[in-house]
């Protein structure tokens, strides 16, 4: 077999195969012994017709079909690694000559990673927020505390702002009452904003017995996007009774003995927070500044099919979920269909670059992925999927996704390595010292980078999905 590749463009190659007809040998008696096992001609044995008779009766032209389909994974596979491609996705691949006993020549055109060049990116510089605990943040998180510990006790007088009402509802659509729009005993909080707009102005006002009916538009259920009419039955009114702020509160919320105690731990445990988020706007301002030193050009197939995916993914499985079809997603987010289409272009050309450039650093910097690395990533994969270690362990296995988890762990250590080096100041102008602790947040900064690419998973040779016929 001989091979040549002519580049198309940095991220297109064509590759050009002259295979010698002696090395289609196995593929013809393979194509001979499956046509044996399909046909019957009367005076033979089933498996033991001769090779002329079945180009008597079949034609030479199915025998040599079966065969070129048979070898051309093999021979385009065997061209793409003696020319040390890292191809993406499938190949187009055309027949040009197929000489019986002579020769077979063919095509094949594939995208490829483009060759990158990472620059000395030591000189990167971002500034970040600093980290401010006010003593109002900390009030607020008590508070929050405090909400969770608050009583409730029926009152006979009409509901206010922060009331626990208990509700009976039924919604109309076209004056039909829904067989999903009856409910009763529904505990709600005036003011949460967790019910039907409108339910708020409908049930202030009302004592228990009382009766309101309003518009709104249904969030979920089978008429969700619809505008229905809505009555609300106060059966309930009880207020909220908020525990006293003191030493007894601290007590009986948290493990500490006084109310002084509860508010440091609340300042720690937000400082904690702000550190964190610090750490993750740190490693996105700078993978952006990166990404700005890096020329990376992406192949079109792949952008393609990476903004189709990325549709696809938001269409059917995140929307479906939530009950709201494409329209009525844009309609909420105060989108034209031409910003979202300009958006998920613009992601999916980020998630697509940044993928080549961390992969093409785990290559300079020899970036190694051990098993305990690993195997913390896949609990962390696993909390979030909602999915015990086992479970997605298996599942990962199964799916043949090893590879994916693989990568994902050696971008966040290629990224981690690029944070290091840069400098980064918070806006009072200190240094922050992010030491190493924040690998497993470049991590997960890099999978939301490159969320639903498949550039890194399709590097391998992958031989021709559709066979062409001969």
Excluded at 49 to 61: L, N, V
Excluded at 158 to 187: C, I
Excluded at 198 to 206: F, K, M, R, S, Y
Aim: aromatic letters at 4%; glycine letters at 6%.
């Amino acid at each position: 077999m001989k091979s040549a590749v002519e580049t198309l463009n940095p991220t297109r190659v064509r590759l050009s195969i002259e295979v010698p007809f002696e090395e289609l040998k196995d593929s013809l008696d393979a194509a001979y012994k499956k046509i044996n096992q399909q046909v019957t001609v009367k005076g033979f044995r089933k498996g033991k017709i001769p090779a002329r008779i079945i180009d008597q009766r079949f034609g030479r032209g199915a025998v040599l079909e079966e065969a070129v389909n048979d070898a051309l994974p093999k021979f385009y596979t065997d061209a793409v690694n003696e020319a040390e491609l890292n191809v993406l996705g499938q190949p187009e691949v055309d027949i040009t000559e197929l000489k019986d006993g002579e020769t077979l020549n063919f095509t094949a055109e594939v995208d490829v990673r483009p060759t990158i060049e990472i620059p000395d990116y030591s000189g990167i510089e971002v500034e970040v927020d600093a980290i401010e605990v006010t003593e109002e943040d900390i009030d607020k998180s008590v508070e929050q505390l405090r909400e969770r510990f608050a009583a409730t006790s029926p009152v006979e007088r009409a509901a206010e702002d922060g009331d626990v009402v208990t509700l009976d509802l039924e919604a109309k659509v076209d004056g039909e009452v829904l067989e999903d729009g009856v409910a009763s005993g529904v505990s709600y909080t005036i003011g949460s904003g967790e019910l039907l707009e409108g339910v708020d102005a409908a049930v202030t006002g009302l004592e228990a017995g009382g009766e309101a009916t309003f518009t709104s538009e249904l969030k979920g259920g089978s008429a969700a996007g619809k505008e229905a009419e809505v009555t609300v039955k106060v059966t309930q009114v009880a207020a909220r009774e908020l525990p006293a702020l003191d030493d007894e509160f601290a007590q009986l919320a948290s493990e500490f003995d006084t109310l002084e105690e509860l508010r440091a731990d609340s300042r720690k445990r937000l400082e904690n927070m702000k550190q964190y988020d610090q750490a993750t706007q740190a490693q996105e301002r700078v993978l952006e500044k990166l990404l700005e030193l890096v020329e990376v050009p992406v192949p079109e197939k792949l952008l393609e099919d990476e903004i189709n995916t990325r549709k696809h993914n938001l269409e059917h499985h995140q929307l479906g979920q939530m009950g709201l079809d494409l329209e009525k997603y844009l309609e909420i987010q105060g989108k034209t269909a031409e910003e979202f289409d300009t958006e998920t272009k613009e992601a999916a050309v980020k998630g697509i670059k940044t993928q080549f450039v961390l992969d093409e650093l785990v290559n300079k910097e020899k970036l190694n992925v051990n098993q305990e690395e690993l195997t913390e990533h896949l609990m962390r994969r696993a909390a979030s999927s909602g999915m015990s270690p086992d479970q997605f362990a298996q599942a990962v296995v199964e799916g043949g996704q090893v590879p994916m988890l693989v990568g994902e762990v050696a971008r966040g250590k290629a990224l981690a390595v690029v944070v290091e080096a840069a400098t980064v100041k918070d806006t009072n102008g200190e240094i922050i010292d992010l030491d190493d602790e924040e690998e497993d947040e470049t991590t997960e900064t890099a999978e939301a980078a490159t969320e639903e690419t498949p550039a890194a998973e399709a590097e391998a040779a992958e031989a021709p999905e559709e066979k062409p016929e001969a």
